[in-house]
């Protein structure tokens, strides 16, 4: 009961396609009627009874293209009103809600239910990582809100193109390229999960940023001599199946730090 996928429809057209083809390639070569014999195909030479053949064969198909054509354009009509119902669905569900949350990929997909119910005000949590085209694609003339939430200094939206993203810069986001351009914005500067003693190693990335009293009280990591320490590797990184050596150091500590309730 799903819409017709793009990737069918170019299937069945291109089946088409090739009957059109099959069809005008030998239709200008053979014709039935020019084939006079009495009882046998064993009464005319090879050459004939191929010719013979593809005139069948070319008859067939235009009886089966014609066939097709129908029956893909009645296909096409009901999976047309499947798709119009399942979409009246979701609108009648969604109209009266007062917050509907979806992925920025189940917004793509439901773009003509979005353009249907008009939502005024659009909230984008982690913007700094997606793409100004995908947002772009979800902003109807019905938006006249849009609250971008994240953090343009940490991960930029993923482009798989290298040429992208060095000649056109596709990696920056909406949120970063209107923060670069000086519109104003708000910042959080209070922070309530890191010990101060990690927490300074990243006044140069954010300079305003302030401890909150409740991290001054955290207890000490069990185990360890000091809270953070560095330490230097000469050898490359050994890698297995899911980590390198360094990251799995680090991921068995970080879990253990967990679970004594110390995070």
């Known amino acids: 009961k799903e819409f017709i996928k793009q990737e069918d429809r170019q299937r069945a057209q291109l089946c088409l396609r090739h009957f059109g083809i099959f069809t005008k390639i030998f239709a200008s070569r053979v014709n039935l009627a020019d084939f006079k014999f009495n009882s046998s195909l064993f009464d005319i030479s090879p050459l004939e009874r191929f010719q013979f053949l593809q ?61 249907t119910v008009k939502p005024r005000v659009i909230i984008v949590e982690e913007a700094a990582e997606i793409s100004e085209a995908h947002l772009l694609a979800l902003l109807g003339s019905h938006v006249q809100q849009l609250i971008l939430i994240g953090d343009h200094k940490q991960l930029r939206p993923q482009v798989e193109c290298y040429n ?29 999960r890191m010990r101060p003693d990690i927490s300074k190693y990243l006044k140069d990335i954010y300079p305003e940023l302030r401890n909150s009293n409740r991290v001054y009280s955290n207890p000490e990591v069990e185990g360890l001599r000091r809270n953070i320490f560095f330490w230097n590797r000469c050898s490359g990184s050994t890698i297995d199946s899911k980590f390198t050596s360094a990251k799995h150091f680090w991921v068995v500590l970080r879990a253990d730090h967990q679970y004594n309730g110390f995070y």
């Open 55 to 115: 005139a069948m064969l070319v008859k067939q198909c235009e009886v089966a293209s014609v066939n097709l054509k129908t029956s893909f354009g009645q296909y096409e009509a009901l999976a047309l009103q499947v798709h119009k119902g399942t979409m009246s669905r979701e609108v009648e569900v969604l109209k009266d809600a007062e917050v509907v949350a979806m992925t920025i990929t189940g917004a793509a997909i439901r773009n003509e239910v979005l353009n």
């Open 164 to 192: 992208l993203v060095k000649k056109y810069h596709f990696d920056i986001s909406m949120m970063e390229r209107l923060i670069n351009n000086k519109l104003p914005f708000a910042t959080l500067a209070n922070q309530n």
